[in-house]
């Protein structure tokens, strides 16, 4: 048996666990009569996964039943608890029963607490458009799985275009796989820049454009992310997560420390090689003034939340923020 639990943010990147998953366990002649998806907003969706669960494979292969945003752990009720308890560990050996969720199980819950003893669990959220290094070995991970070849530098430029798209980074990499097909050697930076369309108008931009000071980059970056649809809230997360982690390394730099070990661990950055770079971007900055932005991110994330336009209040606060570096 297999029982599984994907949740998160990123769809896409649960589309294509689930399509790794129906590949494993389907038999592609009896796939019609052995997978099943049921709607997790449905009151019975969970007792009705279970029935089909139990029941037998019909011809080869294995039986698939997939609830679709289930609320198993966000919400579940005594009598279905009781049979999750029942019927988990007895479920046959050909069953793979499978919950997805956009949001984060809730783990005081008994539901997910019992997911957690019997299920397979995996997070599909969206790498933070900062944290650099784990685009990259997502830019590997996936380069490898579909078997394209590239050169270290243009697994970096992929990660710099693509950002956190992961969408995007699977159609870009099918594209340069089907172009390097019969090429021997991995492919450079030239291709890339041919091929790969780049998300220059990022949330990362923005922040290093607030940085700079530069108000003329921040407006045309902020119209831009708006009219991709890039949500308001999403913007501002990014941003607090740049200008803080910013001000941790600066901080810790003006008390004097100089263990690059210590400040990454404070700063929550995995490679410490990292600060060598990070010093150069911040030598020109204070502590106070990366500190200053904090309460500003602060007052913008409340005033969206209240339901501020969102153009006109991320530009607003975007000139207070560039006066800072100014």
């Not at 029963?97 to 669990?121: G, H, M, N, Q």
């Not at 394209?148 to 594209?175: C, F, Y």
């Not at 119209?223 to 999403?234: H, Q, T």
């Not at 810790?252 to 404070?266: C, P, R, T």
Request: net charge neutral; hydrophobic share 40%.
């Amino acid at each position: 048996m297999g029982i599984y639990l994907f949740w998160g943010e990123d769809d896409f990147a649960i589309a294509q666990g689930v399509k790794k998953l129906q590949d494993r366990v389907l038999d592609p002649s009896w796939i019609q009569f052995n997978y099943h998806t049921i709607p997790g907003d449905q009151p019975q969706a969970t007792v009705d996964a279970l029935n089909q669960a139990m029941t037998p494979v019909f011809g080869l292969g294995g039986r698939l039943v997939w609830v679709v945003e289930s609320t198993l752990c966000q919400h579940c009720p005594e009598d279905i608890l009781t049979q999750l308890q029942r019927i988990l560990p007895a479920l046959p050996e050909t069953a793979h029963l499978l919950f997805t969720s956009s949001k984060k199980p809730d783990r005081r819950l008994k539901s997910t607490k019992l997911l957690e003893k019997y299920a397979e669990i995996k997070e599909y959220s969206p790498i933070s458009p900062w944290k650099t290094e784990e685009l990259v070995n997502q830019v590997k991970q996936v380069a490898q799985e579909i078997g394209v070849k590239l050169t270290p530098r243009a697994i970096e430029l992929v990660a710099e275009s693509v950002g956190n798209n992961s969408r995007q980074l699977w159609n870009d990499l099918e594209k340069l796989r089907l172009y390097g097909e019969g090429e021997k050697n991995p492919l450079d930076l030239d291709i890339i820049e041919l091929l790969v369309n780049s998300n220059t108008q990022n949330s990362l931009q923005l922040a290093q454009g607030i940085r700079n000071g530069n108000q003329a980059q921040v407006l045309q970056l902020i119209s831009e992310l708006i009219s991709r649809n890039e949500p308001a809230l999403r913007i501002v997360a990014t941003l607090v997560g740049q200008f803080r982690t910013w001000a941790i390394i600066k901080l810790q730099i003006e008390a004097g420390e100089k263990d690059n070990k210590v400040i990454a661990s404070a700063a929550d950055i995995s490679n410490p090689n990292r600060l060598y770079f990070l010093r150069q971007e911040l030598q020109n900055l204070s502590g106070k003034q990366l500190l200053a932005t904090l309460p500003i991110l602060l007052e913008l994330e409340s005033s969206l939340k209240r339901g501020g336009e969102a153009v006109a209040t991320l530009q607003t606060k975007a000139i207070e923020l560039c006066q800072l570096f100014r």
